[in-house]
């Protein structure tokens, strides 16, 4: 019985403070880059109205009541970049940078349109919005839309409760909640 609690904290560990970038596995990859203070695997929702009167249905919601599955990443983020071995474009200086994967192809309007929508939010003593400034298409196994927010803008420490990032694609919303008290790498706040 003991082992298997062993076991099990072992593979709950942080190991992104426990071991060095270049001995991270797939498993440990796909680990940061899904389920990881830096990540957030969800559901898009729609923007539509999902219980419409029935009245005008007969009875039946003829929009679904979510969107595509999807994962927003916190793409600046040291412990993401260590496990994608490359930087980000050079016109994410200076900025914060998250990313949205797995939103299907957007009818040749890219992530500029979605930008307007694109916004990070403080939650704590200080409440905060900064629009973002940039975005771009990141391909790596599929799309990535990324959106960068200046640095500046957005005072983000240790003592702030949470940070919201939201944005609209289409019809569907994106809304995702990170909390900048569990995104330590090696000792430091890593975003």
């Known amino acids: 019985m003991a082992a298997a609690a062993t076991r099990l904290g072992a593979a709950g560990e942080d190991f992104w403070n426990t071991r060095p970038a270049t001995e991270w596995n797939a498993g440990d990859i796909y680990r ?32 679904p009541p979510s969107g595509p599955k999807c994962v927003v990443t916190w793409e600046s983020a040291l412990p993401i970049r260590d496990a994608m071995k490359s930087a980000l474009p050079s ?5 914060y940078v998250i990313g949205v994967d797995g939103i ?4 040749g309007r890219g992530p500029s349109s979605a930008r ?3 916004v ?7 409440k905060w919005m900064v629009h973002a400034t940039m975005s771009r ?19 983000i420490d240790l ?12 019809r569907w919303i994106v809304h995702a909640k990170f909390q900048p008290k569990a995104m330590s790498y090696r000792g430091t706040l890593a975003l």
Not at 91 to 95: A, I, L, N, W, Y
Not at 104 to 107: G, I, L
Not at 159 to 170: A, P, R
């Open 32 to 63: 940061l880059m899904n389920h990881s203070p830096w990540a957030n695997s969800l559901q898009a929702t729609t923007s539509l109205n999902p219980n419409p009167p029935s009245f005008i249905t007969g009875g039946r919601n003829p929009w």
């Open 91 to 95: 016109v994410f200086r200076d900025s």
């Open 104 to 107: 299907p192809h957007m009818d």
């Open 116 to 118: 307007r929508f694109a």
């Open 120 to 126: 990070l939010r403080g939650k704590g003593k200080q």
């Open 137 to 155: 298409e990141i391909i790596r196994n599929s799309a990535v839309y990324a959106f960068g927010f200046p640095r500046a803008a957005a005072p």
């Open 159 to 170: 003592d702030l409760n949470q940070v919201v990032f939201e944005t609209q694609f289409g």
